[in-house]
């Protein structure tokens, strides 16, 4: 099964070519002060980090995951280029599976918030370079749900409130002869909806369904479900992610605006920078 552990400190370069590194605390942005105005005049440019990374278990796959880091990172274990992400609002991970088995245990990560081909181009707010959210060290067993789909959880839930059903695309990596996924779902209260069970190499879980399923119906009735997938061997849990989602059906209509399960739904917009 997997283990997350949350990275809460590095080491950090204004100016890495000056050798001057100083320790802070994850998350963190260099604009922390001089961009507090929301002028023009806050440092932009290549800043650099240096992460340590936790003792790895044996016959593990191992990723570092990064919920933002803006706008470009590039990551680096002993001078290779492990990968690089555009965009500051966006989970991405990276593999430190081989870096880590070849003794490395700290990866250096350069972010640029230099004006670039990224959006938002310009705004009235401050771009903050850094890794302003969350990093994660991950371990998984060699075969699990594909952590490098794009930075999802590789599980994806497609509900159809009209009949209850519910198609399920989980991705594995990995999978052996005989692997099987299992799909509970569990209404808000943890009781068990409906299951199913598929060939961990299919990627899509069919079949599930709910009876009378109870629609999500915004902040007026919330109702969610979790699917949980789960890839077996041999009747042991090798891995398994939580997928939470609602039943419910939208449209628009050029006179009644935004239509929720059926009824006009008001929206009110919040734009939180």
């Known amino acids: 099964m997997r283990t997350l552990t949350t990275i809460t400190s590095a080491l950090f370069a204004k100016h890495p070519e000056s050798g001057n590194w100083e320790s802070v605390a994850l998350p963190h942005t260099w604009n922390n002060l001089d961009g507090q ?3 023009a005049d806050y440092y932009r440019g290549t800043c650099a980090y240096r992460i340590a990374l936790p003792e790895p278990k044996a016959g593990t796959r191992r990723y570092l995951q990064f ?6 990172a590039t990551v680096y274990a002993d001078g290779k280029e492990l990968g690089s992400h555009k965009g500051g609002f966006s989970t991405f991970r ?5 870096a880590m088995n070849a003794g490395c245990r700290e990866v250096r990560v350069e972010v640029d918030n230099v004006a670039a081909d990224i959006y938002p181009q310009q705004a009235d707010f401050t771009f903050f370079g850094g890794l302003y959210r969350n990093v994660t060290f991950i371990e998984v067993n060699e075969t699990h749900f594909d952590l490098m ?4 959880s590789g599980v994806f839930v497609t509900p159809n409130a009209g ?19 299992e799909c509970v779902l569990l209404d808000k209260n943890g009781a068990e909806a409906a299951r199913c069970t598929a060939d961990a190499a299919e990627h899509t879980v069919r079949g599930t369904r709910v009876e009378n399923p109870e629609l ?17 061997r041999g009747g042991e849990a090798v891995d ?14 050029p006179d009644k605006g935004f ?10 917009g919040v734009s939180r920078h």
């Open 37 to 39: 105005d929301g002028g």
């Open 67 to 72: 919920e933002g880091a803006n706008h470009v």
């Open 94 to 98: 990276v593999d430190v599976t081989d």
């Open 149 to 152: 789909k794009s930075g999802t």
């Open 163 to 181: 009949d209850g059903s519910v198609r399920v695309d989980a991705f594995t990596v990995n999978a052996q002869a005989g692997d099987a996924v």
């Open 216 to 232: 999500w119906d915004g902040t007026a009735h919330p109702a969610l479900y979790i699917a949980r997938l789960t890839i077996v």
């Open 240 to 253: 398994s992610v939580d997928a939470e989602f609602g039943f419910r059906s939208f449209s628009v209509d």
């Open 259 to 268: 239509i929720l399960n059926g009824r006009s739904y008001t929206l009110h």
